[in-house]
């Protein structure tokens, strides 16, 4: 009858064979987290908001960032900071923007047509130096303040968002003062009252 014990040595044999297996075991696992860890290092890093812009090389469109509700020149940004100081500079950044917002619906709205500076096209200067209509641009005291970072906050807020009253919102007044026939207020902020004419509201003229 054959004898099937193994013999001490076979036991050595299957221990440093499994002692191998698991080395084999070990290394393979060593080299695949540094493949990862490797793949991981060398991967691009994400792009910034700055980064993103359309590629017109391809029919891929990367994602850009948002575009200003108004699109002015740095000259008009600075016309603006100075008439939101004249006009508003002991007020709240919250008057500062509805000012600047009756700047923009005056020029969207079409009527008020005078060339100031015989330029060919109607622009933020116009609207804003139109005879009578800002005092400090009347007078001259629009140029006697250099705008503050407030001043210039608001002017950004306006652009960036579009106008904080509605769109036939087009006059302020330093006072509660309704004696024009079809005038109406629409708001008051920080004692600066803003109104419209009724035919505005219904989108004429």
């Given at each position: 009858m054959k004898n099937n014990k193994l013999h001490p040595l076979d036991y050595l044999h299957l221990i440093i064979i499994g002692i191998f297996i698991l080395m084999l075991i070990v290394m393979l696992t060593i080299s695949i987290i540094w493949l990862v860890n490797e793949s991981m290092d060398h991967q691009p890093a994400p792009a910034s908001?700055?980064?993103?812009?359309?590629?017109?090389?391809?029919?891929?469109?990367?994602?850009?960032?948002?575009?200003?509700?108004?699109?002015?020149?740095?000259?008009?940004?600075?016309?603006?900071?100075?008439?939101?100081?004249?006009?508003?500079?002991?007020?709240?950044?919250?008057?500062?923007?509805?000012?600047?917002?009756?700047?923009?619906?005056?020029?969207?709205?079409?009527?008020?047509?005078?060339?100031?500076?015989?330029?060919?096209?109607i622009t933020i200067y116009d609207i804003i130096y139109y005879p009578n209509a800002f005092t400090p641009a009347t007078n001259g005291a629009i140029d006697k303040w250099e705008p503050t970072p407030k001043d210039y906050a608001a002017v950004d807020a306006v652009v960036e968002n579009g106008p904080s009253v509605p769109t036939y919102v087009r006059y302020f007044r330093a006072s509660y003062d309704f004696s024009w026939e079809g005038y109406k207020g629409y708001c008051s902020i920080d004692n600066v009252y803003f109104g419209y004419f009724t035919e505005w509201q219904k989108g004429a003229w």
């Open positions: 908001k700055k980064d993103l812009k359309i590629d017109q090389s391809s029919n891929i469109t990367l994602v850009k960032e948002k575009d200003n509700y108004y699109d002015i020149t740095s000259e008009e940004r600075y016309l603006l900071a100075k008439l939101a100081h004249a006009e508003g500079s002991i007020c709240s950044q919250e008057c500062q923007e509805a000012i600047i917002s009756v700047v923009f619906n005056r020029l969207e709205s079409g009527k008020w047509k005078k060339d100031m500076n015989n330029d060919g096209k």
